[in-house]
């Protein structure tokens, strides 16, 4: 059969391979050993067929195997050679590119913009969670685990007076010369046997405990046994509607003219913590920087201000009490330091019973990056008597006074990023972000269908994942060319 008869000029399929034939593949090539037999497809091809795969909606090795037989677009895609079996697409999937997908999408991201296609002006980051393949009922939990643990610590104390792991292996190991140790019907313990060994079960509780730690370290408080890198996280999708719990991991996107032009995985709950990493990736792999970012409030902190600054990147992040205080009852709150007035001259607060609160203490700390972070203290003179204190102070002591604490570079910050965020322009660029960034959840989700990871372990799923925004890209791409759009950035919204 004439495969070129029965595809169209304009089949995606088409665009997809002309585009991908402009990357460089060497590093690919090297993750084949020229020694024994020769690989059944060409791993120029497999790329190929993996990313046109994915840009169809087609994930699962065997469905990508039947594709690879029966469709007419993958046969032309595969360029004479042999379909290829589920094994060998799994293979390739987990073990060839490792290390070599995430080199080949950015060398994609690369040529968006050199064929005009993507710039650097701005990008529009958002992150959401998608679930790991791990068990859902494989959790363990940091507080249980330090529980244990301190309780097996006791109890090694209370029977040999020792505190650390070490010095009770060395004990199991002295102790163990000494015991002749017996085993099997007809014979009996010692009371000696049977003391080490209890200790030795303690010990080996003690080596597990300190290992699920070791696994959770300091910015996580769960793990999945079957995934390690899944941290259990309150997703969207809950398949039992109570709020229960999924290994997952927190996914971030940069988007720029529709385009994915940046994907990671990590396993931080909250987003503020990814930015810093995720900027970098980009920046290093682009050889280039975003001169603005946009993001929700989701990633507001002192240290990400101080980093976009530090950067030399204009933030547009929206403050996370920016629609809070619209509100009746943020404002009602009079204890707030945002319903008091500033007095710039007196450097002083004037809660709503017109009592002053002047500058009480001052301090300076310097960053590791050699920037400082001002802190103040503002108590209030006299707050005896006060009709409202109940609503304005918490302290149960009616004898101590009213006190705020302001962070001041971070209040400075926040409201640079306010005044940003205020102009048209930067209206514009919030409602593309929501626009661009949160509907390429939607499309990723809904259109493209995926929900949960084939791969467990943060490395396969990051190679899934640079597969799945090659995919998107290549049919944004295609789209956007049918359209005539390539030349457009933004989205066409109304500003009222």
Sequence with gaps: MNLEISLSENEPVRLASAQLEELDYTNLYKAYSSKGRKSAVEPRVMFKVMAYAYQQGIFSSRKIEEACRYRVDFKWMLEDHAAPDHTTISRFRTGRCMGVVEDLFYQYIRKLEEWGATDHETVFIDGTKLESRAGRYTFVWKKSVEKYLEKVREDVFAATGIR?????????????????????????????????????????????????????????????????????????????????????????????????????????????????????????????????????????????????????????????????????????????????????????????????????????????????????????????????????????????????????????????????????????????RSIQAEGTFGLLKNDFGFRRFLTAGKVKIRIELFFLALGFNLKKYWMKREHNRLSQHLSTVKLE
Aim: charged share 30%; hydrophobic share 25%; aromatic share 10%.
């Design 164 to 432: 650390t792991l070490s010095e009770l292996r060395d004990h199991l190991e002295c102790r163990k010369k000494q015991i002749s140790f017996v085993h099997g019907i007809g014979h009996r313990k010692s009371a000696a046997q049977k003391e080490w060994e209890a200790l030795e079960k303690l010990c080996n509780r003690w080596e597990s405990y300190e290992y699920s730690l070791g696994i959770m370290g300091d910015s996580r408080n769960s793990y999945s046994k079957t995934d390690h890198d899944a941290t259990f996280m309150r997703m969207k999708e809950d398949h039992m509607r109570n709020g229960q719990l999924k290994p997952a991991y927190n996914v971030q996107v940069a988007v720029n003219s529709e385009f994915i032009t940046g994907i990671d995985a990590f396993s931080n709950r909250t987003d503020f913590g990814t930015l810093q990493p995720f900027l970098r990736t980009m920046q290093r792999f682009h050889e280039a920087k975003y001169e603005e970012v946009t993001a929700d409030s989701g990633y507001e902190s002192l240290d990400n201000y101080l980093f976009l600054e530090r950067n030399g990147q204009m933030s547009f992040i929206k403050p996370s009490n920016y629609d809070q205080r619209k509100t009746k009852k943020f404002k009602k709150q009079i204890g707030r330091i945002e319903n008091m007035s500033y007095d710039p001259e007196e450097d002083c607060f004037t809660c709503a019973e017109g009592r002053k609160l002047p500058l009480h203490r001052e301090s300076t700390e310097r960053t590791e990056d050699g920037q400082y972070i001002s802190t103040a203290w503002y108590r209030c003179e006299d707050c005896t008597n006060c009709p409202r204190r109940t609503a304005c102070c918490r302290a149960k002591d009616v004898n101590t006074p009213k006190e705020l604490r302001l962070q001041k570079t971070f209040w400075e910050k926040r409201a640079e990023s306010r005044n940003n965020i205020t102009t048209e322009r930067r209206i514009l660029l919030r409602m593309c």
